[in-house]
């Protein structure tokens, strides 16, 4: 399955911060989500084949890496307090990624 | 832009039908899937209409009509287990790929 690390992390505002995710084996597709308690997950960017290839409407300071080993990264610069949440990838085969397998998320907490 | 309405709440009894409305507004319009998402857990796919009509999975079921910009899920047989989020999510192509959800429906079955 899909798994991410860490699965909590505090933060200071103005720091920065590395998620990382391994897909499903096989999947060349990740996308990452932001989640706020009660809504639902807002995309932010996806990778196809180590190249980002859609973007949500999150600010530049959002970044990420695709690795040829399924692994990713979500990083996050400049941390916000509006940046607590919960970061949720997601790995699927294809671009259409229709069936998205979404790993339990890193709860992220701004200080 | 890209919007998806849904009710934010929907309670039933164990064993009743129950049917989640979604309604979209996107531009580029490649699909509509639905995700079931327990507290304090990982989203799960449920289903996904890329056509008119109705796709069945078991007590899940799916439809679209996108002359409406509408697709609602059937769960039937109704278990406690059922009670979660149920999130629609768009996949829209315009300027790159994306997945859009929506805010979410929480489902709360009683006995």
């Known amino acids: 399955g899909v798994t991410q690390s860490p699965t909590h992390l505090i933060k200071t505002r103005g720091q920065q911060v590395t998620l990382r995710c391994s897909s499903q084996?096989?999947?060349?597709?990740v996308s990452w989500y932001q989640q706020a308690l009660g809504q639902g997950p807002q995309f932010i960017f996806q990778?196809?084949?180590?190249?980002?290839?859609g973007r949500g409407n999150f600010p530049p300071r959002f970044s990420g890496l695709q690795f040829p080993n399924d692994s990713s990264e979500l990083n996050v610069n400049a941390l916000e307090l509006d940046d607590s949440a919960l970061y949720l990838c997601?790995?699927?085969?294809?671009?259409?990624?229709?069936?998205?397998?979404f790993g339990p998320g890193t709860r992220l907490t701004v200080l | 832009g890209q919007s998806l309405e849904q009710p934010s709440e929907v309670t039933a009894v164990e064993g009743a039908i129950v049917q989640i409305n979604c309604t979209y507004q996107?531009?580029?319009?490649?699909?509509l899937s639905w995700y079931q998402q327990h507290d304090g857990g990982a989203p799960t796919f449920l289903s996904y209409?890329?056509?008119?009509g109705l796709e069945e999975t078991g007590r899940f079921s799916s439809f679209l009509s996108r002359s409406d910009s509408y697709g609602y899920l059937l769960l039937q047989e109704l278990q406690m287990k059922d009670s979660a989020s149920y999130f629609c999510?768009?996949?829209?192509?315009?300027?790159?790929?994306?997945?859009?959800f929506g805010a979410g429906t929480r489902l709360f079955v009683k006995a």
């Open positions: 997601a790995s699927s085969f294809g671009t259409d990624n229709n069936e998205q397998f």
């Open positions: 084996s096989g999947h060349n597709t």
């Open positions: 990778y196809y084949r180590e190249e980002e290839n």
């Open positions: 996107t531009s580029g319009f490649y699909g």
């Open positions: 209409n890329a056509l008119d």
């Open positions: 999510a768009v996949r829209d192509n315009t300027g790159g790929f994306k997945t859009i």
